[in-house]
């Protein structure tokens, strides 16, 4: 039977970004893949992560920035990108975001590794 997901699961992350999470985890107790809607303030940024997750993020309005080990790769509007698993990246946004993403496996506090933060920063699990 078709399952109803009546509204998201919040997401806490550094650095004021909303994660409305409708599939995943936290919302639908689905491990295996999670599709969040992103809201990303001008000037957001948050720490370098090495996450044990695909990416697929779809930039709807504004832009984002993507850190990673060849340099900074500019994320406008109605673009995309796909992060790997075990890359080490850093996302930020100048003017602010929109933007969708999906997570294989889903998005879990455990899986993304961010640095600096240890066992007791991370997001509470269920």
Do not use: N
């Amino acid at each position: 039977m078709p399952e109803l997901i009546p509204g998201p699961a919040l997401i806490p992350v550094p650095g004021g970004k909303v994660i409305e999470e409708y599939i995943g985890h936290a919302s639908s107790g689905d491990d295996a893949v999670s599709v969040a809607h992103m809201l990303a303030p001008a000037g957001w940024e948050e720490p370098a992560q090495e996450p044990e997750f695909d990416e697929y993020t779809i930039v709807l309005e504004g832009s984002i920035d993507v850190e990673h080990d060849e340099g900074v790769t500019h994320v406008r509007s109605g673009q995309a990108i796909v992060t790997r698993a075990h890359e080490r990246i850093r996302y930020t946004t100048a003017e602010g975001a929109r933007y969708i993403a999906v997570c294989l496996p889903a998005f879990h506090g455990e899986l993304v590794h961010r640095e600096g933060e240890d066992e007791h920063d991370r997001e509470p699990v269920d």
